[in-house]
């Protein structure tokens, strides 16, 4: 995607990033920071989210915050948590990139196993649906306030839960988008990034060669975009290569 940010593009914005400490929501959340977000970092593996905060500090980005969050086992009250530190913190939330995700296993769905397939759907799915419920009420309350998703086009054979995980993230991305087509809308939309150099890409492709992938800095221009004000569009899959 050729798109080119001003610098300010996202000037005092509050946002959230989920799987901010690798991968692609690693690099958003840098490029965020870089166009003047105040990132809140959540992830599982705290560690991982304390060097991207020290990664954007010294790229002297706007100072971040770290909220450690396992989407596993997150409750309804984990996310109102979530939603009322935002609110104590910053007053505000301007933008949600739903990033995070777990790749399972490749198997034909009649053998897929049981406890995998819930626990992909609970960190793919319905951890999105729990947190954007919790934080709706703030998103609504900013001007031109943006929900993104990472999706993927896994629905062929043996893609089970991750390939029905990002598929229903699809559905749960346009009801929304129609949902919040209001006055004063919720811009909600999709990122399909296309191969990407992550972890997430080598468990699924292990026999890939890396080196033939993009890196997902080079993907950006497509998280920018969806993320600020240039970004019109409503409900739909915007393809980052
Ligand atoms: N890479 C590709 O080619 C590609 C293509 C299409 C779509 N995507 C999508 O891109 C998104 C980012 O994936 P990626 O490729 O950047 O993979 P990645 O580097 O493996 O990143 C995944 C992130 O999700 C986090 N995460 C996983 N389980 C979590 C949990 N239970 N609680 C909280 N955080 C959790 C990980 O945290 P930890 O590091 O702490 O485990 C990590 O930060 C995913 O939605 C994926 O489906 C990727």
Not at 180 to 207: C, H, K
Request: aromatic share 8%; hydrophobic share 40%; glycine share 8%.
């Amino acid at each position: 995607m050729q798109y080119v940010a001003p610098a300010d593009l996202l000037k005092d914005k509050i946002i959230l990033v989920t799987g901010a400490g690798d991968g692609i929501g690693k690099a958003a959340a840098k490029t965020y920071a870089k166009h003047g977000a105040t990132v809140v970092l959540l992830g599982r593996t705290t560690q991982k989210l304390e060097n991207v905060y020290d990664e954007i500090i010294a790229e002297k980005g706007v100072q971040p915050a770290i909220y450690p969050l396992n989407l596993e086992g997150a409750s309804p009250k984990d996310y109102a948590d979530l939603a009322n530190t935002i609110e104590d913190e910053f007053g505000a939330l301007h933008g949600l990139l739903h990033n995070a995700a777990m790749f399972g296993a490749a198997s034909p769905i009649q053998h897929h196993d049981v406890d995998l397939w819930y626990k992909v759907m609970q960190i793919n799915v319905n951890a999105a649906f729990l947190m954007t419920r919790a934080l709706l009420p703030l998103l609504v309350k900013t001007d031109d306030a943006r929900i993104v998703f990472t999706t993927d086009d896994k629905t062929q054979a043996y893609w089970g839960a991750y390939g029905t995980s990002k598929a229903a993230i699809d559905g749960l991305m346009k009801i929304l988008a129609d949902e919040l087509d209001t006055e004063n809308p919720v811009r909600v939309n999709s990122i399909y990034p296309g191969p990407v150099r992550t972890r997430l890409r080598a468990r699924a492709f292990p026999g890939e060669n890396p080196n033939t992938l993009k890196m997902p800095d080079d993907i950006m221009p497509a998280y920018l975009y969806a993320m600020g004000s240039d970004c019109e569009k409503k409900g739909e899959i915007i393809q980052a290569q």
